[in-house]
Antibody
Framework: EVQLVESGGGLVQPGGSLRLSCAAS????????MTWVRQAPGKGLEWVAS????????YYVDSVKGRFTISRDNDKNSLFLQMDSLTVEDTAVYYC???????????WGQGTLVTVSS | DIQVTQSPSTLSASVGDRVTITCRAS??????LAWYQQKPGKPPKLLIY???SLESGVPSRFSGSGSGTEFTLAISSLQPDDFATYYC?????????FGQGTKVEIK
C-alpha cells in the first residue's frame, strides 16, 4: 500500500523559512516523479513543484520560483520542499503526491499546514 | 502555460441524477487530463486519468471523455457519497494546472 506522510508544517513569520518533508513507502520511490500541491484555506488546488526520479528535471509554479526548492533523497525514500522568503500568500495545506509530468498524481499524503503570519 | 477552465463552479443535484462537469484546456493536451474528487479536510482522490481511464477501485458510475481541448466527467447516477468538490488537471506540460473546481451540492 502506498503511503505518503508529510511533516514540517507550522506557524512562521513573513520572510521566514520552513522545510517540508514527505516520507514515502509502498512503492519504488526512485522510479517516480514526485509533486507538491498546495491548497489555501477555502480555495482550490495549486500545483507547486515537481521533481523527476533522478532529479534531472524540476519545475516550479511562477509564484514560488527562486524561493522554494524541491529535492529528494532516494536512499531514504523522502521528498522535501525548502521554502524561503515566505509570504502570507503561501499559507496553505501542502500535499505530497506520487506522480508528475505525464503521470497523473495517483497517491496523496494527508497534507501539512503551513501558516505564514506575524 | 496551458490553462484549464472548469464549469460549472457549483452544481446542485439530487441522488440518482446524471451530472456532467466540463473542463476546457487553452490548447490541445491530447488526453493528458485527470479528474479528482475531494471532500472537506481530505486529500484529493484520483478518479480518472488519461481523460477516460478509470482509476482502480473507483465506481463505474464515474466516466471521463474527451481529447484535445474539451473534456467531460460524468457521474451516471449520483450517490450520497459523491457530494464533494471535483477538479480537473492537465498534466501534459511540465507546469501542470488544476481547474477551479466544481462543488456538487445536494439539491
Amino acid at each position: 500500500e502506498v503511503q505518503l506522510v508529510e511533516s514540517g508544517g507550522g506557524l512562521v513569520q513573513p520572510g521566514g523559512s520552513l522545510r517540508l518533508s514527505c516520507a514515502a513507502s509502498g512503492f519504488t520511490f526512485n522510479s517516480f516523479w514526485m509533486t507538491w500541491v498546495r491548497q489555501a484555506p477555502g480555495k482550490g488546488l495549486e500545483w507547486v513543484a515537481s521533481l523527476k526520479h533522478d532529479e534531472s528535471e524540476k519545475y516550479y509554479v511562477d509564484s514560488v520560483k527562486g524561493r522554494f526548492t524541491i529535492s529528494r533523497d532516494n536512499d531514504k525514500n523522502s521528498l522535501f520542499l525548502q521554502m524561503d522568503s515566505l509570504t502570507v500568500e503561501d499559507t496553505a495545506v501542502y500535499y505530497c503526491a506520487k506522480g508528475g509530468y505525464t503521470y497523473a498524481p495517483d497517491s496523496w499524503g494527508q497534507g501539512t499546514l503551513v501558516t505564514v503570519s506575524s | 502555460d496551458i490553462q484549464v477552465t472548469q464549469s460549472p463552479s457549483t452544481l446542485s443535484a439530487s441522488v440518482g441524477d446524471r451530472v456532467t462537469i466540463t473542463c476546457r484546456a487553452s490548447q490541445s493536451i491530447s488526453s493528458w487530463l485527470a479528474w479528482y474528487q475531494q471532500k472537506p479536510g481530505k486529500p484529493p482522490k484520483l478518479l480518472i486519468y488519461r481523460a477516460s481511464s478509470l482509476e482502480s477501485g473507483v465506481p463505474s458510475r464515474f466516466s471521463g471523455s474527451g481529447s484535445g481541448t474539451e473534456f467531460t466527467l460524468a457521474i451516471s447516477s449520483l450517490q450520497p457519497d459523491d457530494f464533494a468538490t471535483y477538479y480537473c488537471q492537465q498534466y501534459s506540460s511540465s507546469t501542470p494546472k488544476f481547474g477551479q473546481g466544481t462543488k456538487v451540492e445536494i439539491k
